[in-house]
T-cell receptor, first 112, second 116 residues
Framework: DAGVTQSPTHLIKTRGQQVTLRCSPK?????VSWYQQALGQGPQFIFQ???????QRGNFPDRFSGHQFPNYSSELNVNALLLGDSALYLC???????????FGPGTRLTVL | AQSVTQLGSHVSVSEGALVLLRCNYS??????LFWYVQYPNQGLQLLLK????ATLVKGINGFEAEFKKSETSFHLTKPSAHMSDAAEYFC??????????????WGLGTSLAVNP
């Protein structure tokens, strides 16, 4: 049983560009959450998707948007990249009705 | 609002010594508490969690934690450190939103070094 997978592993972009990160949840999971982890910091909640809708959102600007597909996979899009967007982006999946979130390996985004 | 404070950004122990990583939380509703471990260049792996019931919870790799409501603490311990325990450890608490799949509020993490 594959766990949570994310792609790509690493990504380098320049300021002003747009980026799309992808996540496939663990089998049987229907909820996907995205977190941003800056170097030396704890993760910060970006948003959560369930039944293809954004259910909760953290304190992130509208430049951060997402989508969940019918197969429960998800995308995180970031527009107009800033240097401060450089971070490890973590995807976590869970099953509605259970509190444990399972994390993927993350995507390391570097903005130059 | 909920918050997590991890005391000590860096902890160093000798192999075989007791590991104690401290976590205090603030929550206006009954919390669910988690400890995750992160190895270099990897994602987060769940060590253990407290939801309801027994306040002493056991996790993987010999770790355990005790929920103490009166002290608003959820400290992580392991009787005997192993070199492979060297990693970053994060304590997290659920938000006040009632329902499933609460978002996680995280501490800043504690880096554990194990010396031979």
């Amino acid at each position: 049983d594959a766990g949570v997978t994310q792609s790509p592993t690493h990504l380098i972009k320049t300021r002003g560009q747009q980026v799309t990160l992808r996540c496939s949840p663990k089998s049987g999971h229907d909820t996907v959450s995205w977190y941003q982890q800056a170097l030396g910091q704890g993760p910060q909640f970006i948003f959560q998707y369930y039944e293809e809708e954004e259910r909760q959102r953290g304190n992130f600007p509208d430049r951060f948007s997402g989508h969940q597909f019918p197969n429960y996979s998800s995308e995180l899009n970031v527009n107009a990249l800033l240097l401060g967007d450089s971070a490890l982006y973590l995807c976590a999946s869970s099953w509605a009705g259970e509190d444990t979130q399972y994390f993927g390996p993350g995507t390391r985004l570097t903005v130059l | 609002a909920q918050s997590v404070t991890q005391l000590g950004s860096h902890v160093s122990v000798s192999e075989g010594a007791l590991v104690l990583l401290r976590c205090n939380y603030s929550s206006s509703v009954p919390p669910y508490l988690f400890w995750y471990v992160q190895y270099p260049n990897q994602g987060l792996q769940l060590l253990l969690k407290y939801t309801t019931g027994a306040t002493l919870v056991k996790g993987i790799n010999g770790f355990e934690a005790e929920f103490k409501k009166s002290e608003t603490s959820f400290h992580l311990t392991k009787p005997s450190a192993h070199m492979s325990d060297a990693a970053e450890y994060f304590c997290a608490v659920t938000s006040g939103w009632t329902g499933n799949n609460r978002k996680l509020i995280w501490g800043l993490g504690t880096s554990l070094a194990v010396n031979p």
